[in-house]
T-cell receptor, first 114, second 111 residues
Framework: NAGVTQTPKFRILKIGQSMTLQCTQD?????MYWYRQDPGMGLKLIYY???????DKGEVPNGYNVSRSTTEDFPLRLELAAPSQTSVYFC?????????????FGDGTRLSIL | GQNIDQPTEMTATEGAIVQINCTYQ??????LFWYQQHAGEAPTFLSY????GLEEKGRFSSFLSRSKGYSYLLLKELQMKDSASYLC????????????FGGGTRLMVKP
């Protein structure tokens, strides 16, 4: 059972470049999330989705875009990379239903913008 | 707004007991989660509390007091592998099962 899979694991971008961080889950979870984690800090929610075709902004959405065309995939797009976007990005998913459902996290993408 | 506070760092000795506190002020409350995160790895789920009281899971226990906006994670019989960050997260409401995370507590276990 693969769970939540993120690619790539590492990436270095130049200022102004664009890229897409991929996230796939095979647990048939309705909810998916993107977080960023700066060094020594907690997780900040960027965007989330409650199902295919539905996305919404989290706490820090500026500079990012998402789409959710299928239940499995939730890519995160950076259009014009800036040094402030250097961070570790985590994708997570959870199940609709019981209130004690935790979020399950991927291994993260470590992104540096130079 | 949402505010979740945890100590930044703690140090404890192998075999001892340590308590990591979390206080929260959020617009609503529908559950509190504790996650463990080893350096360079993803957070993994440890425990969930929604009612007042203690939830025990092996060496780990988590306590909640909703009236005080307070929770703690208790780790017993500490092992070196327990050196990690511990993240407290509150679900303010049931919409989207979203969580607001504290900054995390980095625990160092020494021999």
């Amino acid at each position: 059972n693969a769970g939540v899979t993120q690619t790539p694991k590492f990436r270095i971008l130049k200022i102004g470049q664009s890229m897409t961080l991929q996230c796939t889950q095979d647990m048939n979870h309705n909810y998916m999330y993107w977080y960023r984690q700066d060094p020594g800090m907690g997780l900040k929610l960027i965007y989330y989705s409650v199902g295919a075709g539905i996305t919404d902004k989290g706490e820090v959405p500026n500079g990012y875009n998402v789409s959710r065309s299928t239940t499995e995939d939730f890519p995160l797009r950076l259009e014009l990379a800036a040094p402030s976007q250097t961070s570790v990005y985590f994708c997570a998913s959870s199940l609709l239903g019981e209130s004690n459902q935790p979020q399950h996290f991927g291994d993260g993408t470590r992104l540096s913008i130079l | 707004g949402q505010n979740i506070d945890q100590p930044t760092e703690m140090t404890a000795t192998e075999g001892a007991i340590v308590q990591i506190n979390c206080t929260y002020q959020t617009s609503g409350f529908n559950g509190l989660f504790w996650y463990q995160q080893h350096a360079g790895e993803a957070p993994t789920f440890l425990s969930y509390n929604v009612l007042d009281g203690l939830e025990e899971k092996g060496r780990f226990s988590s306590f909640l007091s909703r009236s005080k906006g307070y929770s703690y994670l208790l780790l017993k019989e500490l092992q070196m592998k327990d050196s990690a960050s511990y993240l407290c997260a509150v679900r303010p409401n049931n919409a989207g099962n979203m969580l607001t995370f504290g900054g995390g507590t980095r625990l160092m276990v020494k021999p």
